[in-house]
């Protein structure tokens, strides 16, 4: 990593690593948090890997202060965490000060150490409480939103100056509720849509209150989202037909999840592909005016890009060759529209290939495609690979390779004209996976699950060394 140009970095960039309340906080059940959709689906036989669950996950609910005292020693510029809304506001009562002490020994603890805090507020986990009233698919949870978000506000407000609403509402709607394959489980488009159209309501009901409310206190606040975006590109690009499958993909995956942010209108093509499902149903005048509230920053999350086809996918495909058929990575478009075997790239321990240009070009387009865009962020980007403890040395010179490879990755994206001001790190922690529960390991630092000892991992000193030259270099 170190053979890094240090010196293309704008001034101010940020240097991070992220994590999620679920995937890393456990005491599930303690300090007044009751269930989350993730800890009510977890339960569910074979819903994940092992039958793991974010019960215990790698307990940093009560290793906070070592925690941060790790990301000081990495040298990390922020923190990307979430808060949980389920312990902030259980089973949908009023909201509980235990758990928002939590959040605010944490936050403290990050200021204490130079870490800027980077607070998300919906990273998945609905309380299951306000699932049993329908969840994101009932319009009422947009406001219910808004109410948990000045809850965090009137405790953090006064300290934190960075707050994302949603990570990755394609992942919480879409594959939550049509592929079945996250948290709450469902599998009925009409939910879906729903739900999506939902979620981008809260998103901006949120934004506004937040503005509102930091305004009245005349506070500084930096406002965004973070979407998971990817370049969908047709396995044939002669074939008009998986030309087709990749606009579909682009659609449904990209489109639909910014224009509404940055054009405040849905994209028509889509809207068209979905007609059966007449998503226009849920959409109320004033809605989208409310949802494209202007915002500080993009966050985008990237790890590969997505090779599609509109071919059925032919079943006699020798193994290797077969497409992979991604948990709920198609979920409106049919079995014949698929993400194809990796392009000849190498691949992590997802089976997700490995190719930072990808990187490059979707910050560069973004920038291009959507002139009014604010600056972005990589707010995740990192890689799974199977760890082995060799004493107290991991060695993980894949991960410490792709991290460093997608660095430059955006790097080059700065060079060529995308406007990006920070990259986190998934993650600083190995963690709770969803639904591959703890096989997939994603930190920089390894987490031996037995005894929650904390060892950093290779990438995470080649992470820190890279942070560290480009200090030295300004
Ligand atoms: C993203 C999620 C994050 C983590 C990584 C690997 O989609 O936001 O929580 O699971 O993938």
Same mark, same amino acid.
């Given at each position: 990593?170190?053979?890094? *140009?240090?010196?293309?970095?704008?001034?101010?960039?940020?240097?991070?690593?992220?994590?999620?309340?679920?995937?890393?906080?456990?005491?599930?059940?303690?300090?007044?948090?009751?269930?989350?959709?993730?800890?009510? @689906?977890?339960?569910?036989?074979?819903?994940?890997?092992?039958?793991? #669950?974010?019960?215990?996950?790698?307990?940093?609910?009560?290793?906070?202060?070592?925690?941060?005292?790790?990301?000081?020693?990495?040298?990390?510029?922020?923190?990307?965490?979430?808060?949980?809304?389920?312990?902030?506001?259980?089973?949908?009562?009023?909201?509980?000060?235990?758990?928002?002490?939590?959040?605010?020994?944490?936050?403290?603890?990050?200021?204490?150490? *130079?870490?800027?805090?980077?607070?998300?507020?919906?990273?998945?986990?609905?309380?299951?409480?306000?699932?049993?009233?329908?969840?994101?698919?009932?319009?009422?949870?947009?406001?219910?939103?808004?109410?948990?978000?000045?809850?965090?506000?009137?405790?953090?407000?006064?300290?934190?100056?960075?707050?994302?609403?949603?990570?990755?509402?394609?992942?919480?709607?879409?594959?939550?509720?049509?592929?079945?394959?996250?948290?709450?489980?469902?599998?009925?488009? *009409?939910?879906?849509?729903?739900?999506?159209?939902?979620?981008?309501?809260?998103?901006?009901?949120?934004?506004?209150?937040?503005?509102?409310?930091?305004?009245?206190?005349?506070?500084?606040?930096?406002?965004?989202?973070?979407?998971?975006?990817?370049?969908?590109?047709?396995?044939?690009?002669?074939?008009?037909?998986?030309?087709?499958?990749?606009?579909?993909?682009?659609?449904?995956? *990209?489109?639909?999840?910014?224009?509404?942010?940055?054009?405040?209108?849905?994209?028509?093509?889509?809207?068209?592909?979905?007609?059966?499902?007449?998503?226009?149903?849920?959409?109320?005048?004033?809605?989208?005016?409310?949802?494209?509230?202007?915002?500080?920053?993009?966050?985008?999350?990237? @790890?590969?890009?997505?090779?599609?086809?509109?071919?059925?996918?032919?079943?006699?495909? #020798?193994?290797?060759?077969?497409?992979?058929?991604?948990?709920?990575?198609?979920?409106?478009?049919?079995?014949?529209?698929?993400?194809?075997?990796?392009?000849?790239?190498?691949?992590?321990?997802?089976?997700?290939?490995?190719?930072?240009?990808?990187?490059?070009?979707?910050?560069?387009?973004?920038?291009?495609? @959507?002139?009014?865009?604010?600056?972005? @962020?990589?707010?995740?980007?990192?890689?799974?690979?199977?760890?082995?403890?060799?004493?107290?040395?991991?060695?993980?010179?894949?991960?410490?390779?792709?991290?460093?490879?997608?660095?430059?990755?955006?790097?080059?994206?700065?060079?060529?004209?995308?406007?990006?001001?920070?990259?986190?790190?998934?993650?600083?922690?190995?963690?709770?996976?969803?639904?591959?529960?703890?096989?997939?390991?994603?930190?920089?630092?390894?987490?031996?699950?037995?005894?929650?000892?904390?060892?950093?991992?290779?990438?995470?000193?080649?992470?820190?060394?890279?942070?560290?030259? #480009?200090?030295?270099?300004?």
């Amino acid at each position: 990593m170190n053979t890094l *140009n240090t010196t293309t970095w704008p001034q101010g960039f940020l240097w991070g690593s992220a994590t999620a309340a679920a995937q890393i906080e456990g005491a599930a059940h303690e300090g007044g948090k009751e269930d989350s959709i993730w800890d009510h @689906y977890a339960r569910q036989p074979l819903a994940v890997a092992n039958g793991d #669950t974010p019960e215990v996950a790698v307990d940093h609910y009560h290793r906070m202060n070592d925690d941060v005292q790790l990301m000081k020693e990495l040298g990390l510029d922020s923190y990307r965490f979430s808060t949980s809304w389920a312990r902030v506001v259980p089973g949908d009562r009023t909201p509980n000060a235990e758990g928002l002490d939590f959040y605010s020994r944490l936050v403290d603890s990050l200021l204490e150490a *130079n870490i800027l805090p980077w607070l998300t507020l919906y990273h998945w986990d609905l309380p299951q409480a306000l699932q049993e009233k329908g969840g994101w698919a009932n319009r009422d949870t947009a406001y219910r939103f808004a109410e948990y978000a000045e809850a965090v506000y009137t405790a953090l407000g006064d300290r934190v100056s960075h707050w994302t609403t949603f990570n990755e509402p394609l992942c919480s709607s879409l594959i939550g509720h049509v592929a079945g394959e996250h948290a709450p489980g469902l599998t009925d488009p *009409n939910l879906g849509l729903a739900a999506l159209h939902h979620q981008h309501l809260a998103h901006g009901l949120a934004a506004n209150r937040l503005r509102e409310l930091a305004t009245a206190r005349s506070r500084e606040i930096e406002l965004g989202i973070t979407l998971n975006l990817t370049n969908a590109v047709p396995n044939d690009p002669s074939d008009p037909i998986d030309r087709d499958a990749a606009r579909r993909i682009d659609g449904l995956w *990209n489109r639909m999840f910014l224009e509404p942010l940055v054009l405040g209108a849905y994209p028509t093509d889509v809207i068209d592909d979905l007609r059966e499902y007449n998503f226009e149903q849920y959409v109320q005048e004033g809605d989208l005016e409310i949802i494209s509230a202007p915002i500080d920053f993009l966050g985008v999350n990237h @790890y590969h890009d997505d090779n599609v086809s509109g071919h059925p996918a032919p079943r006699d495909a #020798t193994p290797g060759l077969r497409p992979t058929t991604k948990p709920g990575r198609s979920p409106f478009v049919g079995s014949e529209f698929v993400t194809m075997p990796p392009r000849d790239l190498p691949r992590t321990a997802m089976d997700w290939e490995v190719n930072p240009s990808g990187l490059r070009h979707l910050l560069v387009r973004l920038g291009k495609e @959507y002139p009014t865009l604010p600056p972005l @962020y990589v707010t995740e980007n990192g890689a799974s690979y199977d760890d082995t403890r060799e004493g107290d040395a991991i060695d993980d010179p894949q991960r410490a390779s792709y991290i460093a490879q997608h660095i430059q990755a955006v790097a080059d994206a700065i060079a060529d004209g995308a406007d990006v001001r920070g990259y986190f790190v998934w993650s600083l922690l190995d963690n709770f996976e969803w639904a591959w529960g703890y096989n997939k390991r994603f930190g920089i630092v390894y987490v031996d699950y037995d005894t929650q000892e904390r060892i950093p991992k290779q990438s995470a000193k080649e992470y820190a060394a890279l942070i560290a030259a #480009t200090k030295a270099a300004v």
